[in-house]
Structure formats: C-alpha cells, structure tokens
C-alpha cells in the first residue's frame, strides 16, 4: 500500500508499510489510538484517515449507532517518506 500526500506544496510518498491498524468496533478505537501513538513515538508515520463516525464511538451512548461496514479509522505505518 502507498500513499501520497501534498503539505506546503511538497508531496510526500510512503511506500514502506510496516502495519496496518483498522478499527471497526467502538471499544477497539482508544487501543488504535494508543497504537498509533506507539509507532509514532518509534520514528515511523501514520498515514490514513479518522472517520466522521468515530465520533460515535468517542461518545459511549452514541456507540451503538455505527455498524461494522465502515472502519472508524484506517492507518497506514511508514518508514520515513
């Protein structure tokens, strides 16, 4: 998996994946989070994306209102660019 993304007009190519790290549960969001976090204080990047749906699951008595076809986040982890 690549992925490319322009900041301040200089693009930047990730094409070394080490992990993926896919969320589709509301209890399994803050463990992601940690996870990304965990890889990031390593050196390494996370690029992907955090669903507008993951409010839900930041919210306990919103959490039911999400199914499972969508992930709530979705992180690619890199080696530098």
């Known amino acids: ?4 993304f322009e900041f301040e007009q200089q693009p930047l190519l990730f094409t070394d994946l080490i992990e993926v790290i896919v969320c589709r549960t ?3 969001l803050m463990a992601c989070f940690d996870r990304v976090e965990c890889a990031l204080a390593d050196g ?3 690029a992907g994306y955090l669903s507008y749906e993951a409010g839900y699951a ?3 008595a919103l959490g039911h209102l999400k199914g499972d ?3 709530f986040c979705f ?3 890199y080696k530098p660019p």
């Open 69 to 71: 076809d969508f992930p």
């Open 44 to 46: 390494y990047y996370a």
């Open 26 to 28: 509301p209890s399994a």
């Open 75 to 77: 992180f690619g982890i």
């Open 58 to 60: 930041l919210e306990p």
């Open 1 to 4: 998996m690549r992925a490319l």
